[in-house]
């Protein structure tokens, strides 16, 4: 009687790890971040995109070619079609690549743009990245100069901010 118990413990904890773990991961959460940050002392706006690995490398797959023989050549040519900054008149203002790393858990993008080409202009930032992965995908955009941070919010549908420089 004691090792029925037992059992039917056991498949019930079994049981209830399986749920948990599938409600874990279909209520998993599609968040990347990017940060704009003007820089006075090397007169530059420096972009960093902060994504998880996986959420990437499932976006890589999809966009690149099946050989990832220049990874770091796929990754800039995905974040140059899915994040942009245009001036008024339409015109793309291209940021320089910096280089990019990684851990277990996150991928990191540096690029920078010289305060210059900003400076004084109405910008129209869009960043859409892993929106062609995910329907619920939620990229932040943080703009900090001054000491100030402004924060938006960009979904599928929703990707575009414009911003006063």
Not at 6 to 15: E, G, K, M, P, T
Not at 57 to 65: I, K, N, P, T
Not at 112 to 126: A, F, R, W
Request: charged residues 25%; without cysteine; negative net charge.
């Amino acid at each position: 009687m004691h090792v029925g118990k037992l059992r039917i413990i056991s498949f019930f904890a079994a049981v209830m790890t399986l749920l948990l773990a599938f409600n874990a991961e279909a209520h998993r959460y599609h968040f990347g971040l990017t940060e704009l940050e003007v820089n006075p002392r090397t007169q530059s706006l420096e972009i960093t995109h902060r994504f998880f690995v996986a959420d990437i490398e499932r976006a890589l797959q999809l966009s690149a070619s099946k050989e990832m023989k220049d990874a770091q050549g796929q990754m800039a040519s995905y974040i140059n079609e899915r994040f942009q900054i245009r001036a008024a008149d339409g015109t793309v203002i291209e940021p320089k690549w910096v280089g990019m790393e990684s851990d277990v858990h996150d991928v990191w993008v540096y690029q920078e743009i010289p305060l210059s080409e900003v400076e004084g202009k109405k910008l129209q930032v869009q960043q859409s990245m892993l929106m062609e992965v995910e329907r619920d995908q939620v990229n932040t955009v943080n703009l900090t100069r001054g000491g100030n941070t402004e924060s938006f919010t960009l979904k599928p549908g929703a990707s575009r901010v414009e911003i006063q420089f």
